[in-house]
């Protein structure tokens, strides 16, 4: 018995099998698939809290050099149960702790998380975050982009 195979099928399989050729001459472009692109991290540090218990605190400064917008709507700490991104201000002379639920970034601007200003908070940390270790960071941005970056983590009393 003869089987007649339909023109479209043929041209099908074709097409796809000289798709997967060329694609295989073609480098790979290298991108780091932990890492937004043009964000960049500095500086960051966990500073571990004066009171076992208590929540600590995360900064870094977040660069940005990308050519479309970039919001930062969430960051996650590596081994804490819970993550918050924060804000003090000052209202009517008294400075309070805001929540942030986004943070806008600007091509060759700098956002700084640092005290008394924006910081990341992390509650439930495990026993295995001490001083001297690092944490692993990830912010995630409207749209779904993701930056990871490692965070010293330092004592109470260590420079922050």
Do not use: W
């Amino acid at each position: 018995m003869k089987m007649r195979i339909p023109a479209i099928l043929v041209a099908v399989a074709a097409g796809l099998a000289l798709t997967a050729c060329g694609s295989q001459s073609e480098p790979a472009a290298e991108t780091d698939p932990d890492m937004m692109p043009g964000v960049s991290v500095e500086n960051a540090r966990l500073m571990l809290p004066a009171v076992g218990g208590n929540p600590a605190a995360v900064y870094f400064d977040l660069a940005y050099e990308g050519d479309r917008p970039a919001v930062v709507r969430k960051a996650e700490v590596a081994g804490a149960e819970e993550t918050m991104m924060h804000e003090m201000r000052d209202v009517n002379g008294v400075m309070e702790m805001q929540d942030l639920t986004q943070v806008p970034l600007t091509k060759g601007g700098t956002v700084t998380f640092e005290p008394a200003g924006k910081h990341v908070m992390a509650s439930g940390l495990g026993e295995d975050v001490i001083a001297g270790g690092t944490v692993e960071v990830t912010l995630t941005f409207v749209g779904g982009d993701k930056a990871s970056f490692p965070a010293e983590v330092r004592a109470a009393g260590d420079e922050r």
